[in-house]
């Protein structure tokens, strides 16, 4: 899991709350990543960020938000909008050796569940 | 539409044998491959990162190779032990232009090895 810490492990919300979920880096990378897993489907991404105040939408954006106020912490809000949340959520961060290559490295995941 | 896939979708072989994992791929214009295993509950890690010019390459037990022109990876496992027990899923990256890059994944294939 490298120098990245997600918050919490197992996460309990009701219909109609937000909830955010907590990811942190101590490996000076510029990059932060959001994915969303699900049983029996490729990770999808939801947010990435390549510098502090700035993020762009992955492919599954609705229903979630992002802030990248430091360059540590990269934040996702899990919002009622989002229809279906229940799922795996891993936060990732990368540095980049070049020519177009890049390593990310992945934090322990948190589990929503919805009740 | 780039896309990443993967057989077979489960494996089980017994302690001590070796197997090998596939990996086909439709992406374009293509950067690299990586390989990752996943443990139940937990974050990928990285295995390998192969860039166009590389056809094979180890890390300890698992050795990847690529064929850039058919488009295809495979993943061998030697004397696998029980800790291999974990999925292990393909992930290409290809450039989007503006000095991105997206990258797909496969949906894994979940190992189990047994006593």
């Given at each position: 899991d490298g120098g990245i810490t997600q918050s919490p492990k197992y996460l309990f919300r009701k219909e109609g709350q937000n909830v955010t979920l907590s990811c942190e880096q101590n490996?000076?990378?510029?990059a932060m990543y959001w994915y969303r897993q699900d049983p029996g489907q490729g990770l999808r991404l939801i947010y990435y960020s390549q510098i502090v105040n700035d993020f762009q939408k992955g492919d599954i954006a609705e229903g979630y938000s992002v802030s990248r106020e430091k360059k540590e912490s990269f934040p996702l809000t899990v919002t009622s909008?989002?229809?279906?949340?229940t799922a795996f959520y891993l936060c990732a961060s990368s540095i980049f050796w070049g020519l177009g290559v890049d390593e990310q490295f992945f934090g322990p995941g948190t589990r929503l569940t919805v009740l | 539409k780039n896309q990443v896939e993967q057989s077979p979708q489960s494996l089980i072989i017994l302690e001590g044998k070796n197997c090998t994992l596939q990996c086909n791929y439709t992406v374009s214009p293509f950067s690299n491959l990586r390989w990752y295993k996943q443990d139940t509950g937990r974050g990928p890690v990285s295995l390998t990162i192969m860039t166009f010019s590389e056809n094979t390459k180890s890390n300890g037990r698992y050795t990847a190779t690529l064929d850039a022109d058919t488009k295809q990876s495979s993943l061998h496992i030697t004397a696998?032990?029980?800790?291999?027990s974990a999925s292990y899923i393909c992930v290409v990256s290809a450039y989007s232009g503006a000095g991105s890059y997206q990258l797909t994944f496969g949906k894994g294939t979940k190992l189990s090895v047994i006593p």
């Open positions: 490996l000076n990378h510029d909008a989002q229809k279906n949340p | 696998s032990q029980l800790s291999d």
